[in-house]
């Protein structure tokens, strides 16, 4: 795969753009929310990464449509079904409410006018924040939202490569609420083994990958390849912070490959579904 490599030095300034990138989100969200069918997992309100965009599910109007949003350009974007700009809207200076305002305009031309775009609860990383207290988008740095993403382009074909060769695997999604990507495996008894990638919160203000499982074990944890550590505060999981990787992109795609590996066996160990 061609990795991209990643600047560990740069990893703890990236909040300064996952932020907005997280509140613009919330916009692609709210057209599944709003129109698609409910699912009991949720997948309706989760994006997709594909060809540089983070895109919402596909809507079924007359014209079928998505909405997506080109993190580099920090656009809104409404797509048709092949994916062609219907309309975009760049978010810098722009309210939340103004856009949503906005993406419901741009439905009506493609006659879709019930029912109201709502955005919903906001995530807690949003809540209380300028962006949802009505102030509008600010400028970020494309160098640093290029660098986020670099961690979804490389991430996708890791994360895609276990769904492809574990049928209880779920697809590979972008959910809004954490602004992660991940699958989650789903074994009898209702034990579980989510893999994934964080672009960070309040516990790791960075990007990370991170093995959650449940119900959650007890000590002692088995040591983990690639400077894995295991997190046992509010949640058990394994986890590898962006500032702990190698220089090269070689050995960081190594790195994260045997922390994966290691730590889904030790996660299918510890649940005792092996």
């Not at 810098?92 to 031309?109: C, I, K, R, S």
């Not at 000590?219 to 990787?245: D, R």
């Amino acid at each position: 795969m061609n990795w991209l490599t990643l600047d560990p030095a740069q990893a703890q300034e990236l909040t300064t753009v996952r932020l907005p990138l997280q509140a613009a989100v919330q916009l692609v969200s709210a057209v599944g929310f709003s129109l698609a069918q409910p699912q009991t997992d949720d997948s309706y309100t989760s994006l997709l990464w594909e060809e540089g965009r983070l895109m919402g599910i596909l809507i079924p109007a007359p014209t079928p449509l998505r909405a997506a949003l080109d993190p580099l350009s920090f656009t809104l974007l409404l797509l048709n079904g092949e994916g062609k700009p219907l309309a975009e809207l760049p978010l810098t200076g722009q309210t939340l409410n103004a856009a949503l305002t906005w993406l419901q305009q741009q439905l009506a031309h493609c006659g879709v006018f019930e029912p109201r775009l709502t955005l919903g609860e906001y995530p807690p990383a949003l809540q209380n924040h300028p962006l949802t207290q009505g102030e509008p988008f600010p400028v970020t740095p494309e160098s640093l939202r290029m660098e986020l993403m670099a961690y979804f382009n490389n991430s996708l074909p890791l994360l895609q490569s276990l769904v492809q060769s574990r049928s209880i695997a779920s697809p590979c999604s972008i959910w809004p609420h954490n602004f992660d990507m991940a699958t989650l495996l789903s074994f009898p008894e209702g034990k579980t083994i989510g893999i994934g990638l964080s672009t960070g919160d309040s516990g790791y203000p960075e990007p990370y990958w991170y093995i959650t499982l449940y119900p959650y074990p007890s000590p002692p944890f088995p040591a983990l390849a690639g400077a894995g550590s295991w997190h046992i505060v509010g949640w058990v999981g394994a986890v590898l912070k962006a500032s702990q990787l190698s220089p090269t992109a070689a050995e960081q795609l190594q790195q994260v490959q045997d922390f994966i590996q290691s730590a889904v066996s030790a996660s299918e160990h510890l649940l005792a579904v092996v």
